[in-house]
């Protein structure tokens, strides 16, 4: 028992406050509300929350003192809303992570030399998250892992790819608090719904520990305190003040738990790992009050209290910038109405002349012990620790890194200890850069994406696939799909309106009447088509050229016979128009070149279809001139606009309204949605009648289709009886449900556009804001949800270019779409953000068939032919593919056994999935035969005395 007399060398450490002239006065500081500390120190900078308004953050030298020049203070124009937190690496004094209430996370890199202007362009912007951002957390072991915490939800980000590592929004309210274990495995939160969770983000999946915690309804915070230990502040049932401490290996029974005083104030531990102290800072308290945790009783050993001025935030200063020459152990900034007071805790020593190393332990150096992707293969390692002797130590404290395109990392020494610990750089204990390897990717000839063609067995008419298998992107092998689950590259799409000077404005006169089964706008890359109000049947056709502000007075535009239902563009001629009306009409119309210069009467060519109205017109993807439109006379009528007026094929079966159809990717079927509950599937050249006939379709406010993964799944949008939105999935064999998702209640029916290269569905619904997105996906449950693209007011509908090459690839850009509203038409582009793009992403651009040159004639397709289509790689010439290989495409035949690797895995037995399992877990897990007590520290032999 003789730890209880022994003396702490910091119980009697002072606080010390500086000078008022040595304060940092005259700031222009807010009073904010988030979970953030509002001030962060780095070894060379402080940044701290600028203005009431708290977007910008002001950036000074971390040796600043005085009265500052508002005007001079450099600033970093971070967001366009409150700044909610903001980070250090500790592996880099320049680089900033920040996260905003605009839902953005941000990285910054400040010079060496600091900043002389206000610094606008960030190293980059992670992808926009569902709701504000609470906290961002750098990894302490490893260089460029990020945490971020944004509503009920928590991800990884690796930040040299820019991309997500693993991801869980399974709190059940807003987290607080975020803190990664000081040996970078584990990550602890805590949220409102008052659970503390232990989370190990590398081997993904659900929290591994998870327990009640604080009972207050006020914010909660963690820490972590050791190896397995956390502490936790917040508050009561009587509304006192808490700190908790718990062991993760017995989570659910504090260790101790500590009631302080009754204040509203909440209280931020700052800890310090190397001296185990805890400065406990209260948001609006007047003090700071130090603490020293033990591993005994009475766990929290009080010691001396600085009182001064209300506090708004508080961060420790990093060791390497302590002044140990004066006893200083510690540094904390705390943020005051319009001031920074930096507060000094002294270790009272008789004499600081000589360097006292007993109170001065080895700290965390700056060099990081491994790069993201070493920590996220399973590695384990801390980095080197460094003396804080003078004499010893490197002579500057400061360390700068080069910007994160320009990182890359060897990988973690084979002789690690068995701890994971990896041997100290050198003896001297100087700060080194991270080696840079630089090296040359060729294209080597052995890697060709082929697509292949299936075997005529493998397309027989009872198989819906696509003749050709699509080549798929080249992705190397790390083993990372097991450890994090399933990758998703277009999880965080970004949606982004290009410049005005590409918008069309001043739009009057929009049809708002038309037939929900109209898409309402179509665009090809020269001109957009929509509705406009008025007799007759009005369509505005507008050149993509001659954006900018629609002049007043009356537009050009195709006046038809009646009322227009719907529309389409000819996918292999951008000036071909073909409308159908409520007379049952099909009305075909050339654009000249140049557009429109008025209003136009008679169409270039005028078939009489159907004697009901006419609801629907499509085009076949792939035969010249091939359309089919559905009437509400319950038939679809297949025809040849190259040929006569007289319809080649019809369709029966239906025995109510056609909702939808569409033609499947190989153009040989049609899939329609009809109000009568069925879905059905019909080879047109074959039958008259469904050869497939099956689903369950509510009859309410409408329904839509669309074939995805070449034929693998269709994908039906409506309602459930309770009038919520629905989407599912059928496989198209058999139309069996293959999964089923409920959204929320609205009236508009979800339209659906899929782009077959990324394997992205997009939803929009008329009049709202949001565009929802998934990918599709042969893996259970199908259906992976992606970001959505949030527009500041409500859109009328989105036409989607099907041209890839009017894509910018250079920027990233993978699908565009013109967005309709009650008064614009603005071009959106969606783009996957990525850190090296200045490479062609060459796994994000597959080669992709050509859609906007037919593969057939008509008349041979009637003849029952299909053609052969042609792919086409999207890389520019001089781009560089990121993965090294080249992108030649020839077509071959392709065994029913591709299709059988392409499923979803049926044909497993039940001992293979065991042994898969097994494997996996077994690569995950290592094992170890030492005992667990062999590994415990025997007692001193002094304590037997």
């Not at 001064?308 to 540094?331: S, Y």
């Not at 409920?742 to 709202?768: C, I, M, Q, R, W």
Request: aromatic share 8%.
């Amino acid at each position: 028992m003789s730890w209880r007399f022994k003396a702490s060398k910091y119980k009697n450490a002072a606080p010390i406050e500086p000078k008022k002239e040595l304060h940092i006065k005259d700031l222009a500081i807010g009073s904010y509300s988030s979970c953030g500390n509002y001030i962060a120190a780095s070894g060379a900078f402080m940044a701290f929350n600028w203005d009431t308004h708290g977007s910008s953050l002001a950036v000074l030298p971390i040796d600043a003192a005085g009265r500052q020049d508002r005007k001079a203070i450099p600033k970093i124009n971070a967001h366009n809303d409150l700044v909610t937190d903001f980070a250090f690496s500790p592996f880099d004094d320049g680089l900033l992570a920040t996260g905003s209430q605009d839902q953005t996370v941000k990285l910054w890199k400040i010079p060496k030399e600091g900043l002389k202007t206000d610094l606008t362009k960030p190293e980059m912007v992670l992808p926009e998250q569902p709701r504000r951002v609470e906290t961002v957390t750098f990894h302490p072991t490893a260089d460029c892992i990020l945490a971020t915490s944004s509503g009920q939800g928590i991800t990884v980000w690796d930040m040299i790819e820019g991309k997500t590592v693993y991801s869980w929004d399974g709190h059940d309210d807003q987290v607080q608090a975020v803190d990664w274990q000081r040996q970078g495995r584990l990550l602890a939160t805590h949220a409102k719904d008052k659970m503390l969770r232990v989370f190990d983000p590398r081997t993904g999946g659900e929290p591994i520990h998870e327990t009640k915690s604080h009972d207050g309804m006020k914010d909660s915070k963690v820490v972590w305190i050791g190896e397995n230990r956390v502490l936790t502040s917040g508050f009561g049932q009587d509304r006192s003040r808490q700190l908790a401490i718990r062991d993760i290996r017995n989570i659910s029974t504090p260790e101790h738990i500590l009631s302080l005083d009754v204040s509203s104030g909440i209280l931020v531990p700052l800890y310090d790992p190397d001296t185990n102290m805890v400065f406990l800072s209260g948001k609006g308290d007047r003090y700071i009050q130090f603490v020293e945790v033990t591993d005994h009783d009475p766990f929290f050993v009080p010691g001396l209290r600085y009182t001064g001025e209300q506090i708004k935030g508080g961060c420790l200063v990093p060791k390497r910038a302590m002044d140990v020459m004066k006893g200083e152990v510690n540094r904390v900034l705390q943020l005051a109405d319009s001031s920074i007071i930096p507060i000094t805790w002294q270790v009272p020593r008789k004499t600081y002349r000589d360097f006292h190393a007993d109170i001065f332990p080895d700290t965390t150096g700056p060099v990081p012990a491994m790069g993201p992707s070493d920590w996220m293969n399973g590695a384990n390692a801390e980095p080197s620790k460094i003396t804080l002797d003078p004499a010893k130590r490197a002579e500057t404290s400061t360390y700068f890194q080069p910007p994160l395109t320009e990182r890359k990392y060897e990988a973690v020494a084979a002789e690690a200890g068995q701890n994971g610990e990896t041997p100290r750089q050198n003896n001297e204990n100087k700060v080194n850069t991270p080696t840079v390897k630089v090296t040359k990717t060729e294209e080597p000839e052995s890697s060709i994406l082929r697509p292949q063609m299936r075997e005529e067995n493998a397309v027989g008419d009872d198989s819906f696939l696509m003749p050709q298998v699509r080549p798929k992107s080249h992705n190397k092998s790390n083993g990372r799909a097991s450890k994090f689950g399933r990758a998703t590259k277009f999880k965080h799409l970004k949606g982004t309106p290009l410049h005005k000077s590409q918008h069309f404005e001043n739009l009057k006169n929009l049809s708002k009447s038309v037939a929900s089964e109209c898409d309402i706008v179509h665009a090809n890359t020269k001109r957009v088509a929509i509705p406009l109000s008025g007799p007759g049947g009005k369509v505005g056709v507008f050149e993509t050229e001659k954006a900018g502000r629609i002049p007043d007075g009356v537009v050009p535009c195709l006046i038809n016979s009646s009322n227009v239902m719907d529309f389409a563009w000819d996918p292999f001629n951008e000036a071909k128009l073909v409308c159908v009306t409520e007379d049952g009409t099909i009305n075909i119309w050339n654009i000249p070149e140049g557009g429109l210069t008025e209003q136009v009467n008679e169409p270039d060519q005028k078939i009489v279809a159907h004697g009901d109205k006419v609801s629907i017109i499509k085009f076949n993807p792939i035969a010249d001139g091939i359309v089919a439109t559905a009437a509400y006379d319950y038939s679809i009528k297949i025809w040849n606009l190259s040929d006569g007026d007289e319809e080649k094929i019809t369709l029966s079966g239906h025995s109510d309204q056609i909702y939808a159809f569409d033609w499947s990717q190989c153009g040989r079927f049609i899939a329609t949605s009809c109000r009568d509950g069925k879905v059905r599937i019909y080879n047109p050249r074959k039958s008259s009648e469904p050869i497939v006939e099956g689903g369950n379709v509510v009859p309410k406010k409408g329904s839509r289709i669309v074939w995805t993964l070449d034929g693998e799944f269709l994908v039906v949008t409506g309602f459930s009886k309770q009038s919520e939105r629905t989407i599912t999935v059928y496989r198209t064999k058999d139309l069996k449900t293959m999964s089923s998702e409920t959204l929320n209640v609205s009236p508009a029916v979800l339209v659906p556009f899929y782009d077959e290269d990324s394997s992205t569905l997009f939803l929009n619904g008329k009049g709202e804001n949001s565009l929802f997105a998934y990918e599709v996906a042969l893996d259970p449950p199908h259906m992976f949800p992606l970001s959505p693209f949030k527009a500041s007011n409500s859109s009328q509908g989105f036409g989607f270019l099907r041209n890839k090459n009017a894509l910018n690839v250079r920027e990233i850009e993978f699908a565009r779409a013109y967005r309709l509203t009650n008064n614009t038409i603005e071009p959106v582009s969606f783009t996957v953000p990525r850190v090296k793009s200045t490479y062609f992403q060459d796994d994000l651009f597959p080669p992709t068939r050509i859609l906007w040159e037919p593969t057939i004639s008509g008349e041979k397709w009637l003849k029952g032919e299909n053609g052969e289509q042609s792919w086409i790689s999207l890389k520019p010439a001089d781009m560089k593919s990121l993965s090294g290989e080249a992108q030649i495409l020839t077509p071959s035949k392709r065994t029913s056994n591709n299709d059988s690797n392409s499923s979803s895995g049926e044909g497993k037995t039940t001992k293979d999935k065991e042994k898969g399992l097994t494997d996996a877990v077994s690569d995950i897990l290592t094992t170890s035969n030492d005992l667990e007590q062999d590994k415990m520290e025997g007692v001193d032999s002094k304590e037997w005395d």
